[in-house]
């Protein structure tokens, strides 16, 4: 698949040449290389392949079709992501009424936390069906701080209106800083909706549930056993995946799927299994889980009703009559009392969200398009996710940013490397990675 905002396409060798020819291919600028190849090489990033190894892809490309190319260094790409993420940021926005925000912390080891906002216009919302994707959003906002309070969130929701004016609607996870931040914006605007995540609230639900479960706490430790238990033998393959450490309300669906497909092979287990595990074996180590069957498919049917309810939100958003919409995509009837409860819970929470839509007016309903950026931003990071936020961090931005020749152009025109630098600089400061390398400095110079 094309990477999204492709501004050319190859249909054959000679295209490649030409789209490639240093002396055909304009750099933006002053710059050294070719507006072409800087968004080739953006969209290798973008698609997957990492910094360092974007020049060794060109290298081949060049050697394959008889390229004069001339390759930029892996630093040199990271400048270019960095400085397109700054472009993101800093550039105009249109200021409108109907901007709508999505907030959210990220965090990484330190104590710095990243306040994101990226924001969509009503009017450009995807048609009814489809989720928002990350070529929909535009960067508002993207604040590191070292704590957040309530009164800090409010400042920064504050200061973002200045790129695109107060917003219609302001969606969160309702985290108490985020939520509290937000009230206090609602005071000085009260045209603005604060709309609450269904993924999260579904989360809470859930979590308020199985936490008053004994039931659940003990399929927590005997997974937990389990999986210490099995992962070095002949069983590693039915090793129960590992507990999310943060968010474990929101990931239930693995472990769920797991114990139900482990049940199946104790009622019958395939003849292959019978080869690779003795079944004596078998129900010593998980047999533990024919005492769980009626809790396990009362959790899975819990876990279904959320499903369905965050992918139709994620899909249609929130407006009047969204809620009666929801209730008929649920099933009539549940095997269990307790879902039916579920069920009823999820629908209100969406009528009470969908009041604060005028008549016509559709809001979205999710962040979830968000934390896939968050996401998609630590892939870029790589093993620098794991060491705090570093001055790569600017380069967020260009994940929601069109790779087109006439963007890239723009963008690289408008953010230079001093304004990079400068903005990491009054933003970050010194970053754990600039310590930790202060901090062993003397070690790593003594000889031998």
């Not at 959003?137 to 107060?166: C, F, M, N, Y």
Request: glycine share 8%; aromatic share 8%.
């Amino acid at each position: 698949m094309p990477p999204c905002g492709s501004s050319w396409r190859l249909k054959k060798k000679t295209d490649l040449s030409q789209v490639l020819d240093p002396c055909t291919d304009e750099p933006p600028g002053g710059h050294g290389y070719g507006t072409n190849t800087i968004c080739m090489f953006l969209r290798l990033v973008m698609s997957g392949v990492s910094l360092r190894g974007v020049p060794r892809v060109l290298a081949v490309l060049a050697e394959a079709f008889d390229l004069s190319l001339e390759i930029p260094h892996w630093t040199t790409g990271r400048l270019w992501l960095m400085r397109l993420g700054h472009a993101m940021l800093t550039m105009p926005l249109k200021k409108a009424k109907d901007w709508a925000w999505l907030a959210d912390h990220s965090v990484q080891i330190g104590q710095e936390k990243g306040l994101a906002i990226v924001g969509v216009r009503l009017r450009d919302l995807p048609k009814r069906g489809e989720p928002l994707q990350q070529q929909d959003l535009h960067l508002i906002a993207w604040v590191p701080r070292k704590s957040w309070t309530r009164p800090e969130v409010d400042e920064a929701l504050e200061q973002a209106t200045r790129r695109s004016g107060v917003p219609r609607v302001i969606v969160s996870d309702h985290g108490v800083d985020v939520a509290g931040g937000v009230s206090l914006f609602q005071e000085r605007h009260p045209h603005t909706a604060d709309i609450y995540d269904l993924k999260h609230k579904a989360a809470c639900v859930m979590k308020h549930r199985l936490e008053k479960e004994p039931r659940w706490r003990e399929f927590q430790r005997q997974i937990g056993q389990t999986r210490c238990a099995v992962q070095q033998t002949e069983m590693a393959f039915l090793t129960p995946p590992a507990p999310k450490p943060k968010a474990r309300f929101m990931n239930l669906e693995r472990q769920l799927a797991w114990a139900e497909g482990v049940q199946e092979i104790l009622r019958e287990a395939p003849p292959q299994v019978d080869r690779w595990v003795r079944p004596e074996r078998l129900q010593e180590k998980v047999g533990w889980l024919k005492e769980f069957v009626a809790p396990v498919a009362e959790w899975s049917e819990w876990q279904q009703v959320v499903n369905t309810s965050v992918a139709f939100v994620n899909r249609q958003g929130i407006y009047r009559g969204a809620a009666k919409e929801l209730r008929q995509q649920l099933p009539r009837k549940f095997a269990h009392c307790t879902t039916a409860t579920l069920a009823k819970e999820l629908v209100r929470f969406v009528a009470v969200q969908a009041r604060q839509a005028k008549s016509g007016e559709r809001l979205p309903g999710s962040t979830e398009i968000l934390e896939s950026c968050f996401g998609k931003m630590k892939e870029l990071e790589k093993q620098q996710s794991r060491g705090g936020f570093t001055h790569f961090m600017v380069s967020f931005g260009a994940l929601l940013a069109e790779t087109t020749a006439k963007v890239v152009d723009a963008a690289l025109k408008h953010s230079h490397t001093q304004d990079v630098y400068r903005w990491c600089n009054e933003q970050l400061g010194i970053t754990v990675f600039g310590q930790r390398k202060l901090a062993f400095a003397n070690g790593a110079t003594k000889p031998g």
